[in-house]
C-alpha cells in the first residue's frame, strides 16, 4: 500500500514544523505520516545523515510520494539535492514540492520531459544552495552592522515573504511571465522583475527583515 509523507524541517527552535504541514494540507495534499527533522541546517548536514531522514529513507518505497515544502527542506547542498531526489527517483518514489506544486517523477521516458524535470531539479537545487550562503553573509554583516544603527543597515522591507519569493523563484524557473508572477503571488511587477534580475539579492533582502 503506498503513503504519502511529508519531510519537514526546521533549522532553528523558533521556526514552526506545523507550518509546513498546515501548507501542505491546504494545498490539497492527504498526508499519512509526517516525518520532520529540528533544529538541523540544511547546509551542514545531509539527509541521509540527519536521525528523521534516515529513518526517512527506510520508509519509503516504490509507489510512495515524499512532500516537501520546497527542495530547501532537503537540503542546502547542490550535490546533495540533486543526488538525493535522482536517488529517490530510481526507487520508484515520486517528489512532490507544496510551493508551485512541482512533481519530481522518474517514471517518464519522454526526452523532453526528462530534460525539462532533470532542469528544473537542477535550478531549485542551485537556488537553494545560493539562498543558504546569502543568509550567512547576511548574518555576518548584521553582526558588523549591529554596531551602528540597524534600520539605516537593513533598508526598504521587501513586499515578500519567504514563501512568495520561492514561488517567484519556482514560476520563473517554468518560464512563466512576469504579469501572471505578480498576480498568482500578489505582488507587484516590479517585485517580481528586481527578483528576476537578482534572486540572491531579493533573498539577501528578505533575510535583513527575519
Known amino acids: 500500500m503506498t503513503q504519502t509523507i511529508?519531510?519537514?524541517?526546521?533549522?532553528?527552535?523558533?521556526q514552526n514544523l506545523d507550518h509546513q504541514r498546515t501548507q501542505a494540507e491546504a494545498?490539497?495534499?492527504?498526508?499519512?505520516?509526517?516525518?520532520a527533522d529540528h533544529g538541523v541546517s540544511g547546509v551542514s548536514t545531509k539527509l541521509a545523515e540527519r536521525a528523521e531522514g534516515k529513518r526517512l529513507f527506510d520508509k519509503l518505497r516504490h509507489g510512495d510520494v515524499l512532500v516537501v515544502r520546497w527542495v530547501d527542506r532537503l537540503g542546502r547542498d547542490y550535490k546533495d539535492v540533486t543526488d538525493t531526489i535522482r536517488l529517490l527517483m530510481r526507487r520508484g518514489v515520486v517528489v512532490k514540492t507544496v510551493i508551485n506544486s512541482m512533481t519530481f517523477d522518474g517514471a517518464t521516458t519522454d526526452p523532453m520531459q526528462e530534460?525539462?524535470?532533470d532542469a528544473l531539479i537542477a535550478f531549485?537545487?542551485?537556488?537553494?544552495?545560493?539562498?543558504?550562503?546569502t543568509t550567512k553573509e547576511a548574518q555576518k554583516a548584521g553582526i558588523a552592522a549591529s554596531k551602528?544603527?540597524?534600520?539605516?543597515y537593513r533598508?526598504?522591507?521587501?513586499?515578500?515573504?519567504?514563501?512568495?519569493l520561492d514561488a517567484v523563484v519556482g514560476m520563473l524557473a517554468l518560464g512563466k511571465g512576469t504579469t501572471e508572477i505578480a498576480r498568482e503571488c500578489g505582488i507587484t511587477r516590479q517585485a517580481v522583475l528586481r527578483i528576476k534580475a537578482d534572486p540572491v539579492a531579493a533573498q539577501a533582502t528578505l533575510e535583513r527583515w527575519i
Do not use: H, N
Open 27 to 35: 494545498a490539497g495534499f492527504i498526508i499519512d505520516e509526517v516525518v
Open 115 to 117: 530534460a525539462v524535470r
Open 6 to 14: 511529508l519531510y519537514a524541517r526546521v533549522s532553528t527552535a523558533d
Open 148 to 152: 551602528g544603527d540597524p534600520r539605516k
Open 155 to 164: 533598508g526598504r522591507k521587501p513586499s515578500y515573504d519567504k514563501d512568495m
Open 124 to 133: 531549485m537545487a542551485a537556488t537553494a544552495q545560493a539562498q543558504a550562503e
